[in-house]
């Protein structure tokens, strides 16, 4: 059987190496799942959770502040690439400084901070460390 193999990695490190059944991401136009033997795919990201999941079951997640997720099929293994600009896992999070945060950047009004507001909504949500 067919299985994905999904690498994250950032600039600073590689985040995440491992397998799943499934593979969803949010991509700046929508969500997207991933299947074993998928078409080849390139997608720019949004700052939301990739998601992994056995059989229906969600086993992990990654925190990706935008970046790429590339598909590669293969007769053995469909490769799923997620290059990010930054990338954590959940446990890597301090949630209660990501909610201060928010409460932060939302009393700010500015429109400038709304890429670090997602990231820190995505964080405060998310994280569990």
């Known amino acids: ?17 491992g397998q799943a059944d499934m593979v969803v991401a949010r991509g ?6 991933i299947l074993p033997s998928h078409a080849p795919m390139l997608i720019e990201l949004a700052v939301a959770p990739v998601r992994l999941l056995e059989g229906e079951t969600e086993t992990g997640k990654v925190l990706v502040d935008g970046g790429f ?4 099929p293969g007769q053995e293994e469909t490769r799923v690439d997620v290059l990010a600009e930054h990338a954590l896992l959940p446990a890597e999070v301090d949630a209660e400084a990501a909610r201060r945060r928010v ?24 994280g569990t460390g």
């Open 28 to 33: 700046v136009d929508g969500e997207v799942g």
């Open 69 to 72: 997720l590339h598909v590669t």
């Open 103 to 126: 409460r932060e950047l939302e009393g700010e009004g500015d429109p400038e901070p709304e890429l670090e507001l997602a990231r820190a909504r995505m964080r405060a949500e998310h």
């Open 1 to 17: 059987m067919a299985t994905l193999r999904i690498t994250v990695v950032s600039p600073e490190r590689e985040v995440f190496s």
